[in-house]
């Protein structure tokens, strides 16, 4: 089912993101972790895409035994990353023909090493590029990604507005915030799109927070700011994992009770291929949401 009727049909949507694993245990492992999510009964799930090869595969392959062997809806991330256009259309028929209806549409990151990014020959530079391509060919439904404290590029906010605007245009169905730790930035950055003309659902993202340096790294390269106060709760007990793991826990179950009071359309959980935190956020806000 696409997302985007989802949505239509007025339903808060809720999923979880995974990544491609490395190798055999970790795929494995990483079923295992969806087996244990899917009691949850998730809208739809989704797997991000890499720069190999051999990852861009898995992606595929990964979306495709998670809709038809585990049930669960799917939908596949794609970048513009060193591909073009003849490469990108092969991946958008394989996904086609395998029944594969929602797509989220990225530009990516530029690869190790590289501080700009280029597009590849015959390729796309941005994100709205990639999804006028794809809407001139194909009828997935289409999400898009959105930045509540601005995009790291953007030249300033209002700037990376309009860009989001000119994708949404081109396209884009639905919205998937970058992941944020303080809600007013949320409702700060809904209220400017909603100004700006941009009408598509946005979903916030929400990233259980697990480790305190693994998520500073996280927030540095997102541009995503860890609030003071949760940073003064978490300093002292940094060496203390459990410690670290509860507070955040709390704190991502605090932002999704607030985000469904405030009428949010959807949760994206950023699980990194892990199940305990998420769950143990469900368990604060399964009755809100109804299941
Ligand atoms: C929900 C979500 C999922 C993600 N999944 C993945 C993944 O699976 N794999 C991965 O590699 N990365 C992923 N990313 C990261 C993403 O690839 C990076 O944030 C990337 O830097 C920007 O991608 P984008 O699609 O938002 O780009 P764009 O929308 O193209 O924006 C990129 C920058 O260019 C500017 N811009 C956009 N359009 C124009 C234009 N027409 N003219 C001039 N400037 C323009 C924007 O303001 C912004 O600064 C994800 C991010 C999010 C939020």
Not at 2 to 28: A, C, H, W, Y
Request: hydrophobic share 40%; charged share 20%.
């Amino acid at each position: 089912m696409k997302i985007i009727d989802m949505l239509r049909q007025g339903r808060r949507t809720v999923s979880f993101e995974f990544f491609p694993p490395k190798n055999d245990q970790g795929f494995s492992d990483l079923f295992a972790v969806i087996e244990a999510l899917k009691p949850l009964r998730p809208s739809y799930v989704s797997v991000t895409y890499g720069a190999g090869g051999s990852t861009r595969r898995k992606t595929v392959e990964l979306v495709k035994r998670i809709r038809h062997e585990i049930g669960i809806e799917a939908m596949a991330h794609l970048t513009c990353v060193g591909a073009a256009s003849s490469e990108i259309t092969s991946v958008l028929q394989n996904l086609h023909e395998s029944g594969i209806e929602n797509l989220l549409p990225l530009r990516g990151d530029p690869p190790k090493g590289q501080k700009t990014f280029a597009a590849a020959p015959g390729g796309f530079r941005y994100a709205n590029e990639l999804v006028a391509f794809i809407r001139a060919g194909y009828d997935f439904c289409l999400g898009g990604a959105c930045y509540p404290e601005t995009h790291p590029e953007a030249p300033s906010p209002a700037v990376d507005l309009e860009n989001l605007k000119r994708k949404v245009d081109a396209g884009v169905d639905f919205l998937i915030t970058q992941l944020f730790f303080d809600n007013a930035d949320f409702y700060r950055f809904r209220d400017k799109a909603a100004a700006a003309g941009i009408h598509a659902p946005i979903l916030a993202g929400i990233m259980p927070l697990l480790s305190l340096k693994q998520t500073k790294r996280f927030a540095q390269m997102c541009g995503a700011r860890i609030p003071a106060d949760l940073l003064a709760k978490l300093e002292p007990v940094e060496d203390d994992a459990e410690a670290v793991r509860s507070l955040g826990t709390m704190h991502a179950a605090r932002q999704c009770e607030q985000l469904l009071d405030a009428g949010v359309a959807g949760l994206h959980f950023y699980t990194l291929n892990r199940s305990t935190a998420t769950r143990a956020i469900f368990q604060h806000i399964k009755g809100q949401l109804g299941w």
